[in-house]
């Protein structure tokens, strides 16, 4: 039987660290990229739905 090798536990990490972090949008076109998929996420279901009718 192959014999299997369990991984040493991970150190643990803060709360505070492993909490989410914020979105850095240095520049024009990142800040509409971002807006555009945030925006085509929440029309496009809205569309299928209006089309499907």
């Known amino acids: 039987m192959a014999q299997t090798t369990k991984k040493p536990d991970a ?3 803060p709360a505070e660290k492993a909490s989410q972090g914020e979105i850095i949008l240095k520049q024009p076109w990142q800040r509409a990229v971002f ?3 945030i925006a085509a996420a929440l029309l ?3 569309i299928v739905l209006a089309i499907a009718r």
Do not use: D, E
């Open 44 to 46: 496009l279901p809205l």
């Open 11 to 13: 150190p643990a990490y």
């Open 35 to 37: 807006i555009g998929g």
